[in-house]
């Protein structure tokens, strides 16, 4: 199925503070290589989207709209109080255009992310018609991954948060890299239906799966090769991490 650029929508997650950063700067105007995070992701999600990109901001979000509009030309969503990846993204919808059917969920502190690999998350779920389509990568050591549960005919079974997990489940090396591409009318339904029924009190983007197999929807997985582009950073030790395989893929 082609790729028409003019349907598709990505909102981008920006709204957090990153309290392990050890700094009172919102995470994403972290420098890589010299330039914020931010416009990293900004700059890759607009090569696959053009106009229709949606940046949520919370924390410092004048100073972030500030960074970002000095290189780039995206709307933004204020997410005044911060309950949860699946409330950023609720929040968001309604400055989604509405021609733009599927929706791309990235992650504003995963700067390493390619446009040819979310180009080839959009065209495997236009492909396979599903509803949801998680971005998966393997890794050698999945401590701390939420783990993607995948039955023998490539669907999604459960995305399993490593606090909830079996112990054969935490043999699973296929973890959720928190990037998805979602069917919007779909996105719109299951946004109403998840709550905040958990240890943390958040909306968790996650649920929607539960919430699509309940309606006898489609979810997918996308296993992506190179889990190094999805690298996200939380610490200064993964902001090193990150600039360190930023430099060797510039030097490429």
């Known amino acids: ?29 972290h420098e890589v290589c010299g330039q914020p995070m931010i416009l ?7 090569k696959v989207a053009g106009d229709h990109v ?5 924390h410092q979000a004048e100073r972030v709209r500030e960074v970002v509009t000095e290189c780039a030309r995206v709307r933004y969503t204020l997410q005044e109080q911060q309950l949860g990846t699946g409330h950023a993204v609720a929040s968001a919808l309604p400055d989604v255009p509405v021609e733009c059917r599927q929706v791309v969920i990235l992650c ?6 390619t446009e040819s690999t979310i180009g080839n998350l959009i065209t495997d779920h236009l492909n396979h018609r599903r509803d949801i ?13 939420g783990r993607i549960v995948i039955d023998t005919d490539g669907r999604v079974v459960a995305i399993v948060e490593e606090a ?7 043999k699973i090396r296929i973890v959720n890299t928190g990037i998805y591409c979602v069917d919007k ?28 197999h309940l309606d006898n929807g489609t979810v997918g997985a996308m296993v992506a090769e190179n889990a190094q582009e999805f690298r996200g950073i ?3 030790d993964d902001l090193a991490a990150v600039e360190e395989l930023m430099r060797c893929r510039n030097r490429i």
């Open 133 to 145: 389509t998680v971005l998966a990568t393997e890794v050698e050591d999945p401590d701390g991954y």
């Open 54 to 58: 949606i940046l949520v901001v919370g």
């Open 234 to 236: 939380n610490s200064r």
């Open 1 to 29: 199925m082609q790729l028409r650029r003019e349907n598709i929508a990505i909102v981008i997650l920006a709204a957090g503070l990153g309290t392990r950063m050890k700094s009172q700067k919102a995470k994403v105007l």
């Open 108 to 113: 504003g502190d995963v700067p390493l992310v």
């Open 164 to 170: 909830d997990a079996s112990e054969e489940q935490r």
């Open 40 to 46: 990293y992701v900004v700059e890759t999600a607009a």
């Open 185 to 212: 009318p779909f996105l719109t339904r299951a946004l109403k239906k998840i709550d905040r029924n958990n240890a943390q009190g958040e909306l968790y983007l996650t649920d929607i799966v539960a919430v699509c």
